[in-house]
């Protein structure tokens, strides 16, 4: 079985290494972390260095690719810009929880994480290094640029489109047919009826612009 590494050693990266454990298609060498010394364990899995050994790794064929599991969408971009800077080319690989449900047509990007008891129904499109996190749900037809994520609970009807680096927040809901921006955050219970634009914060029932926002702003 190939062998995959998980750039980022944390409580997000738990869940990601659950993922691929259950899915069965790779086996995980350890994690990369540049924070964290190499020689110790994080959920029983071996601390093999910082970023530049990647390049060493798949080139001597130790591994086949790996994921990036950091949870904040700007944080995350970043690092897989160092390491295509590092390693150009390198593979990231999707994992895909077993009970996630996904329809005909989906198309999903390279480093996405789809996790438990999510549901992706037919031709939505998934971009590179997006999260949909537990139970969290897109209908038919659906667009998530690349760097955005759903936290878990999030439901959004058919032919929603979520911009690049957005974050969905825990249990908001989006009604068929509406487009949030670019780096913008929709707050946790949110109901999201009309669209909303780029470089914002908005929430509430019904969901409303509250301030602008920052690209690189944290949420997490």
Known sequence: ???????????????VADVIEREGKYALLGWIDSYKPAGG????????????LLLDLWQRKEIAGGIIAIGDNWTRGRMAEKICAIAPGFPFIIAVHPSAQ???GVTIGQGAVLMA???VNSDSHIGA?????TKSSLDHDCVMDDFSSLAPGVT????VRIGAYSAISLGANII???SIGAHTVIGAGALVRVDIPDHCVAYGVPARVARQRAEGERYL
């Not at 079985?1 to 869940?15: F, T």
């Not at 364990?41 to 071996?46: H, I, K, R």
């Open 1 to 15: 079985m190939n062998k995959v590494v998980i750039i980022g050693a944390s409580e997000h990266g738990k869940v």
């Open 41 to 52: 364990a994080f959920f029983n899995y071996p601390m093999l260095g910082a970023e530049d």
């Open 102 to 104: 996904i329809g005909r």
């Open 117 to 119: 008891g999510t549901v």
């Open 129 to 133: 290094h997006c999260i949909l996190n």
């Open 156 to 159: 959004a009807g058919g032919v």
């Open 176 to 178: 068929h047919g509406r």
